[in-house]
């Protein structure tokens, strides 16, 4: 029988939403994770598209850490800065424009599977 080190044991375990959640925290700045989406909604997309344990999952967001990193300090044009103040507050904006993100966790996986596997297989948004 093959012995299995405890770090690939992790790598094997199924997808959860808090095991994505402690991941996302562990890769991208604490700054982007706010809101109240579920993480759970996640493990079934993902699961749709082949990402079905942790191991899989880092390796995906790692792949495009740094350009996720990129599009989230992308500046905003006006027109998206006056759109997003009415629906998130301007406060909200203000404070995304000083501190340089924008998207939360689950949408910075969003991203990583468009990103992955082209726009048809974006996860859906509620």
């Not at 079905?52 to 390796?59: D, H, I, N, W, Y």
């Not at 000083?98 to 509620?126: C, K, T």
Request: with cysteine; aromatic share 12%.
């Amino acid at each position: 029988m093959k012995y299995i080190t405890s770090r690939q044991r992790k790598n094997i375990s199924p997808l959860t939403g808090c095991i994505i959640q402690f991941e996302m925290s562990k890769l991208f700045p604490k700054k982007n994770d706010y809101g109240t989406a579920s993480f759970d909604e996640l493990v079934p997309e993902l699961a749709a598209l082949g990402i079905r344990t942790l191991g899989e999952f880092k390796g995906l967001m790692k792949k495009h850490r740094r350009q996720l990193i990129a599009i989230d300090r992308d500046r905003l044009c006006s027109h998206e800065q006056s759109f997003y103040a009415e629906s998130f507050g301007k406060e909200f904006v203000k404070d995304a424009l000083r501190r340089q993100y924008w998207f939360a966790y689950p949408a910075l996986v969003r991203i990583a599977v468009e990103i992955e596997f082209g726009p048809s297989a974006s996860l859906s948004e509620e």
